[in-house]
């Protein structure tokens, strides 16, 4: 663990940009480290409020936002251009059956899908926020 403490150390300060942390193997600077930890519990919340919002669907999270990761890289672009399909059928077959088709749950439907979209696999620090909200869950 000590080791691999200062082997991130070494990369953080290899870097241009100070004052960044490095943990689940991100680098993020203090200020979107502290929205990452308010998304990750965001996400928690969602674990506990929605029964199909589990640990394997932030798994696939994870793999959908390294989809969209690696297609803005320009790695596969015809396999990982489909990043926000996929995330979308994902959603419509874990969380979207969940729901009532009645106005106050399309309303959550709709707010979680975006807080998805727009907080986690669209922003930096997606990744740690999902690694934090399974690690917080781990039994």
């Known amino acids: 663990m000590a080791n691999t403490c200062e082997e991130n150390l070494h990369l953080v300060k290899k870097e241009k940009e100070k004052y960044q942390i ?14 990452a930890i308010k998304n ?11 029964p199909g919002f589990s640990r394997g669907f932030l798994y696939k999270l994870l793999t959908i936002k390294r989809m969209k990761q690696d297609f803005v890289n320009g790695r596969h672009v015809l396999k990982n251009g489909k990043w926000k399909a996929v995330f979308k059928y994902s959603f419509a077959r874990n969380i979207g059956e969940k729901f009532k088709n009645n106005q106050s749950d399309n309303e959550l439907k709709a707010e979680i899908e975006t807080f998805l979209l727009e907080k986690i696999l669209e922003k930096e620090g997606g990744v740690f926020a999902i690694k934090y909200a399974l690690q917080a869950t781990r039994e």
């Open 22 to 35: 490095h943990v689940f193997n991100e680098k993020l600077s203090w200020d979107n480290f502290g929205e």
């Open 40 to 50: 990750g519990n965001k996400l928690i919340e969602y674990m506990e409020m929605i």
